[in-house]
């Protein structure tokens, strides 16, 4: 078997041209990598954009409670307590939270206190107004029993008022009925408007 070596000129030749390759693949390589990395980089900050998208919408629902309590005094000091199975608290005006089959309590405490629930409610503590929606029934502590659909109560003085119809009876049979109502002075004095019929149970 013959081999044949390569003149020295061409050797030194090679040489130059396998150190410029190596050069070439030293700086290639490193920068193969950075763009390696800056694709996982932008992968995962697309994916962290994409999840952020979907919990928006989730977030300005606003800060979820669980049954909640609010309490405060009235003008008259009497306490009230505002109970529900569950709230949501708003972004845009956090004064205002919306409620899940709230309770309210006025006269909190009291041996005869005025007790008021409802399916839907909203609650703005700045103003201290209770709107209360959905089969709303008022037990007033002393006898009498009403339902209504729609109910506005101010905490602060206790006063109450309603658009809609309203149907009212107490434990002696007197019954009450009208298309709008208001009460007012700790519940002495009440305004039954619309088409109102009453029926009193004589001796009663």
Do not use: C, W
Request: hydrophobic content about 35%; cysteine-free; aromatic content about 4%.
């Amino acid at each position: 078997m013959t081999t044949t070596a390569l003149p020295v000129a061409v050797r030194r030749k090679t040489r130059p041209r396998r150190r410029k390759a190596v050069r070439i693949l030293r700086l290639a390589l490193p920068a193969l990598a950075a763009s390696v990395l800056v694709a996982i980089i932008a992968q995962t900050a697309l994916g962290a954009f994409n999840t952020e998208a979907v919990e928006t919408p989730l977030d300005r629902n606003g800060l979820r409670m669980d049954n909640p309590r609010f309490t405060g005094l009235m003008k008259d000091g009497r306490t009230f307590l505002i109970t529900a199975t569950g709230a949501v608290r708003d972004t845009v005006d956090p004064n205002r939270v919306a409620l899940d089959a709230p309770h309210l309590t006025r006269g909190y405490g009291s041996p005869e206190p005025t007790q008021v629930v409802s399916r839907q409610g909203v609650y703005d503590e700045a103003k201290g107004l209770l709107q209360l929606t959905g089969d709303v029934r008022v037990n007033s502590g002393n006898g009498y029993d009403f339902s209504t659909q729609q109910a506005l109560i101010d905490t602060r003085t206790g006063d109450v008022v309603g658009q809609e119809g309203i149907n009212g009876a107490s434990a002696s049979g007197n019954k009450v009925q009208a298309d709008s109502y208001a009460v007012s002075d700790k519940g002495d004095r009440v305004v039954f408007k619309g088409r109102v019929k009453t029926r009193l149970n004589p001796g009663q």
